[in-house]
């Protein structure tokens, strides 16, 4: 289960992200916002970003206009690494390095064209387990 989460600067990508997780068999959990009316990124950068440190959601997505107000949002709730990526190296190198557990990124930086090779990418890498990246995520959650 996908939890996603964006603001009216997101809201736009994250229709195009939906219909993405949909035709790939993902499952999510929208936490909203539902429109272009003007709203708070913090409330559902949280909400996204709980869902995942609880266990309901494996993963989240997140996005507002640049995706930093949102991911530095969720990376306030334990557990969570969120990593904000606009390219699908960072995107690989953040799930085999930091296991990041959320994607945030900007739909204002971004083409949807390009966020949903990202989107994929996190989704499809792995984490490495490497004994060194294993050591330095635990070091971050101290
Ligand atoms: C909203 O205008 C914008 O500030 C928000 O989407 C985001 O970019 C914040 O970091």
Not at 41 to 53: D, H, L, Q, T
Not at 62 to 87: F, M
């Amino acid at each position: 289960m996908i939890a996603l989460g964006c603001d009216h600067g997101g809201f736009g990508l994250m229709q195009e992200v939906k219909k993405h997780l949909e035709e790939r068999g993902f499952e999510y959990k929208d936490f909203g916002c539902y429109s272009e009316e003007s709203v708070d990124y913090p409330i559902y950068g949280r909400k996204a970003a709980e869902a995942v440190a609880s266990g309901e959601c494996e993963r989240g997505i997140i996005i507002c206009g640049t995706g930093i107000g949102i991911s530095i949002t969720a990376n306030k709730v334990k557990g969570i690494r969120a990593a904000l990526c606009h390219d699908c190296f960072s995107a690989q190198a953040t799930r085999e390095h930091n296991d990041a557990n959320i994607l945030a990124m900007g739909a204002r930086v971004i083409g949807a064209g390009h966020a949903l090779k990202v989107v994929d990418t996190f989704l499809d890498t792995p984490f490495s387990n490497d004994e060194r990246h294993v050591r330095r995520i635990a070091m971050i959650e101290d």
